[in-house]
């Protein structure tokens, strides 16, 4: 019996455009607590398929719509969920390559901006939480922290009528492989970096306070070491900050990442000192990390907070640096996934052919 399936990017436009499927996740619950497709709902069979059980998914019932596509880690075990529901009668379907695939999946929302001539879209990864941002003036195009295929920004630029002339990067990322190279490739934007002598490819050096402009909007960059030792925000027309990953909206950057014990607890220190600066600027300043901790909603809402939000959600900023040190050593989440292997990557600037692989699983770049 040969079971249907459904690609990444069907299920992405059914749920952009609101269609009614049910997404079963059949996972077991600790895979699915790491990371999910935002409104699928949970039934944990995976052990219960996988010896045949015939009483596995007897009780499920589809909750929004008859369709039902069924997911699991790599879509083996979810073509038996679908085997299993259509016997039963239902319109099932498997999601094919499974999270593994979907972690590819994006969806967007545009970011209000107001009291600055830009326009600003989020692009979100709906399973990882990875935000890149592509912003818009007068024709003009940035992008900042890419990590989706570089035909996606492509699109969304010329859907816009923007043409996309710089590509920017917070820091060498951890948890996912940048596609900043290969998008100033196929367009011919500069690629612009925080000064390093980590990354091994040619790049245009950005200081603190230098100015990147975007058609008659300007980025100003913000010098904010401590997650990694290059980490810049840029800072819209004094009125949004791209935090990368040293802010988040109730959480702050870890300091660890390839980083020995004594090096993370410097780093930390900086850290602190640097997020000092960040709070000091005017409290309506919007917001906007590279990361989020949980699924990214097909909602077209921004992920964003204005940093008075962000100051009262997060304790951690009004500690004195002893204090922050000590508690944020003491807090740090797993590392992510293969970020040994990610990190060489992006120093070098290679992209491989299919990162699935490489990429699955949740971001982990944060401590609340």
Not at 33 to 46: C, L, N, R, T
Not at 152 to 180: C, F, K, P
Not at 237 to 266: I, N
Request: aromatic share 4%; charged share 25%; with cysteine.
């Amino acid at each position: 019996m040969t079971i249907p399936t459904i690609s990444t990017e069907e299920l992405r436009q059914l749920l952009d455009r609101g269609a009614a499927v049910t997404v079963l996740d059949v996972r077991p619950a600790a895979e699915r607590a790491e990371w999910a497709i935002p409104g699928s709902v949970h039934a944990d069979a995976y052990e219960a398929l996988r010896r045949a059980d015939p009483t596995a998914l007897a009780d499920f019932h589809p909750t929004n719509g008859d369709r039902v596509v069924t997911v699991c880690a790599a879509g083996k075990t979810s073509r038996l969920a679908a085997e299993r529901l259509r016997a039963r009668g239902l319109d099932a379907v498997s999601l094919e390559g499974g999270m593994r695939a979907w972690s590819l999946a994006w969806n967007s929302a545009e970011v209000p901006s107001p009291g600055s001539t830009a326009r600003i879209v989020q692009l979100r990864r709906a399973g990882k939480g990875c935000l890149s941002y592509l912003i818009g003036s007068h024709g003009d195009a940035a992008v900042i922290d890419a990590s989706l295929d570089p035909q996606v920004y492509q699109r969304v630029a010329d859907t816009n009528g923007w043409h996309i002339r710089t590509v920017l990067e917070t820091h060498v990322h951890a948890d996912h492989l940048s596609r900043a190279r290969a998008i100033a490739a196929d367009t011919g934007a500069r690629l612009c970096l925080p000064t390093t002598d980590r990354v091994s490819f040619q790049y245009e050096p950005l200081n603190d306070r230098d100015t990147v402009r975007v058609g008659s909007a300007g980025l100003r960059a913000l010098r904010t070491p401590g997650h990694t030792p290059e980490s810049t925000c840029y800072l819209l027309d004094d009125r949004a900050l791209f935090t990368g990953d040293t802010l988040f909206l109730a959480a702050v950057g870890r300091p660890d990442l390839e980083a020995s014990a004594e090096q993370a607890r410097h780093r930390a220190q900086v850290l602190h000192a640097s997020l000092q600066r960040l709070v000091a600027l005017p409290p309506d300043t919007v917001i906007l990390p590279a990361h989020t901790s949980e699924p990214v909603a097909f909602d077209g809402r921004p992920i964003s907070a204005t940093l008075r939000q962000v100051r009262e959600r997060t304790p951690l900023l009004r500690e004195t640096e002893e204090r922050f040190v000590s508690q944020i050593l003491t807090r740090l989440p797993p590392t992510p996934p293969n970020h040994h292997r990610i990190v060489a990557l992006n120093e070098a600037g290679t992209l491989p052919d299919d990162p699935t692989e490489l990429e699955a699983g949740a971001n982990r770049c944060a401590v609340a």
